[in-house]
């Protein structure tokens, strides 16, 4: 009997040998969530701990700041490379493509954070290093750092209850990191664009957030970055190849089935006829990035997912998205290029010419087919009214028209460059923190072109972010005006030519006069007589 028993418990601890794989990692390497059978998220220490841990088990990552937090946090950015290289420089010498990855933009979505270390411990001790063949990737696992580490219950009220606290949304400062693409104002903001997108130039940006909106069943959805005032070519590839192209690998491969990015609206009825992907305003980073010429996407995980299924989706995504990249490292680079090559010729040639939006509207692009979702019932609530209520059945609809176009309802003429009076230091600081190149006026210059004479403006009543959004009203006349040395040239035949326009347009959606930039200047008592003059100048010749 003894012996039986014996014989027994060798057999099952050697099953258990079997099944429970020895970690592959060092015990620094094992993630918070996974040591807590995923009921906490990593802290800001965590998170520097395991990068610490990291660097001395693999001799192909560096670590550098972006910047540092109101609170005294550094923001770590990892880069990966074989061979290794520590500066943007070198990067550019490689010839390989730089793909810049960022979790944690939200504090209260953390699994981009906790993603972004599961596959830095597969490419740099696993079994992916092969995607560093083609590509340097930098990963920023914890971009908000402060709120990350204000974690509490309840911060994510329709978010499954896994981990059982998250960080905040907003940054320290009050931000809405999300919402700060144009005006740039938030601490980690200015770290990011000064010390990442400027010197390192990526070729596709990918922003980790998890949505807590609509009850579809797709276990993450995708949207890429937006060109209605962007160049075409770097949207048309990620949105009609680049993305579908990977969510067929992650069907094949991993049997998870993700889609388009978006919400229905139940008060339209049920079953849903539209679904609306989010809007195409710059102030959202990766929408920035279209109007840089480059590639980006937004990975939304689903907040009704518990956490460890959540953390596999982001992770997969991510994997899918750096091995697609690293097949077509050329082909990607090549697109940019062009891109920004074709910014500067449409200027050449078509300023004075044509006209581009400033303003847009969201519109239908396509139908959506086969859809899943979680069904809806129509029923009586105790007071009487119909009431939409959510069932546990999987169902697919189809025909579904998807509204992610954007039409331009408002537009203004191309112009070869614009004029800033030297007098407007806060529109020149923008300028430069966006990279744009500016030119200072050797002598005084007459420039020929339009000014945009201001009926009247008004701000908007409700703050948000700390604004009240400004808009102008008002027509362009033919003018030819002098402008001082010292004033400041913004030549529009540079590759960041939409961006600048979309900044500088005095209609535009999300630009400076959007932002407040011109409200001292609106505001003085002496500018009382109407119309007032725009103080930023278009002109057509150069
Ligand atoms: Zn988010």
Redesign the pocket.
């Known amino acids: 009997m003894a012996k039986i028993k014996f014989t027994l418990i060798l057999f099952l601890a050697l099953i258990q040998t079997r099944l429970c794989a020895q970690s592959p990692w060092p015990n620094g390497l094992i993630l918070t969530p996974e040591r807590s059978q995923f009921q906490k998220t990593s802290t800001h220490k965590d998170v520097i701990d395991f990068l610490n841990e990291i660097k001395t088990q693999s001799d192909k990552v560096f670590v550098f700041s972006m910047g540092t937090s109101l609170e005294g946090k550094e923001i770590p950015v990892a880069i990966l490379a074989n061979p290794l290289i520590k500066t943007a420089a070198q990067a550019k010498a490689s010839g390989k493509a730089v793909v810049y990855v960022q979790g944690n933009?939200?504090a209260g979505?953390v699994e981009g954070k906790e993603a972004i270390m599961m596959l830095m411990r597969d490419i740099l001790l696993g079994d992916k290093k092969h995607l560093l063949d083609n590509l340097i990737v930098l990963f920023a696992p914890i971009y908000n750092t402060d709120a990350n580490d204000k974690m509490a219950k309840g911060l994510r009220p329709s978010q499954e209850d896994s981990p059982i606290e998250t960080g905040q949304r907003e940054s320290s400062e009050g931000f809405d990191l999300?919402r700060d693409g144009m005006k740039l104002e938030a601490i980690e903001t200015r770290g990011l664009f000064e010390n990442v997108i400027l010197p390192w130039d990526p070729q596709i940006f990918v922003d980790l957030?998890?949505?807590n909106g609509t009850w579809h069943a797709y276990p993450l959805t995708w949207a890429p970055s937006y060109h209605s005032a962007g160049e075409y070519e770097p949207f048309e590839y990620s949105y009609y190849k680049m993305l579908p192209s990977i969510s067929r690998i992650v069907f094949e491969n991993h049997q998870l089935q993700f889609g388009v990015y978006g919400d229905y609206n139940l008060e339209e009825g049920w079953p849903p006829k539209n679904f609306y992907t989010y809007n195409h305003h710059p102030r959202y980073l990766v929408n920035q990035f279209g109007l840089r010429n480059r590639m980006a996407i937004l990975s939304e995980a689903f907040a009704h997912n518990r956490f460890y299924e959540r953390m596999n989706s982001t992770y997969i995504f991510m994997a899918e998205i750096l091995e697609f990249a690293n097949k077509n490292a050329h082909e990607i680079m090549d697109i940019t290029q062009r891109a920004d090559d074709s910014t500067i010729a449409n200027v050449l040639k078509n300023s004075g010419k044509i006209k581009k939006g400033t303003q847009y509207k969201l519109a239908p692009l396509n139908q959506l087919n086969d859809f899943i979702t979680y069904d809806y019932i129509k029923a009586l609530d105790s007071t009487g009214n119909q009431k939409y209520y959510r069932t546990s059945k999987l169902v697919k609809y189809s025909g579904i028209e998807y509204h992610a176009k954007f039409e331009s309802i408002r537009s203004s003429t191309l112009p070869r460059g614009y004029i800033v009076p030297a007098e407007f230091t806060n529109v020149i600081k923008n300028l430069k923190q966006h990279g744009i190149q500016i030119e200072v006026l050797k002598n005084n210059q007459v420039f020929e072109g339009e000014s945009f004479e201001i009926d009247s403006f008004t701000n908007a009543k409700t703050s948000f972010q700390k604004h009240n959004a400004c808009t102008l009203n008002g027509h362009f006349n033919p003018a030819i005006k002098k402008f001082k040395k010292g004033d400041v040239r913004v030549d529009m035949a540079q590759p960041l030519s939409n961006l600048i326009f979309y900044l500088l347009e005095p209609e535009s959606d999300d630009g400076l006069v959007h932002w407040n930039y011109f409200d001292t200047y609106l505001t003085q008592p002496w500018n009382k007589k109407k119309p007032m003059t725009y103080p930023i100048f278009k002109y057509f010749e150069k």
């Open positions: 933009i939200h979505e999300n957030h998890t949505t």
